[in-house]
């Protein structure tokens, strides 16, 4: 899915000047979109930040702590 790139190219990253390490293909003209190791590292923090769920000890403790908040207005 992800590959390493043996040439020289660019980062396809708007602002990015690095060469590019790596390489995934895409649907489209140009068939691949090539990332440097820093936009490669960013943009697998923003998909696990959005995919990995939450750990269900918070989520419970904030269901608890919503449930005593209301008993204290009521």
């Known amino acids: 899915m992800i590959y390493k790139v043996t ?3 660019k980062c396809d990253v708007r ?3 690095n060469d590019a390490a790596y390489a995934f293909d895409v649907k489209g003209i140009s068939g691949k979109c090539f990332l440097c190791a820093g936009c490669l590292a960013a943009l697998s923090a923003d998909c696990r930040a ?3 769920p ?3 000890k918070n989520a419970i403790k904030k269901r608890l ?3 005593e908040a209301s008993d204290v207005l009521c």
Do not use: F, Y
């Open 7 to 9: 040439g020289k190219t």
């Open 15 to 17: 602002n990015c000047k």
């Open 50 to 52: 959005l995919t990995v």
């Open 54 to 56: 939450k750990s269900p």
């Open 65 to 67: 702590d919503r449930a």
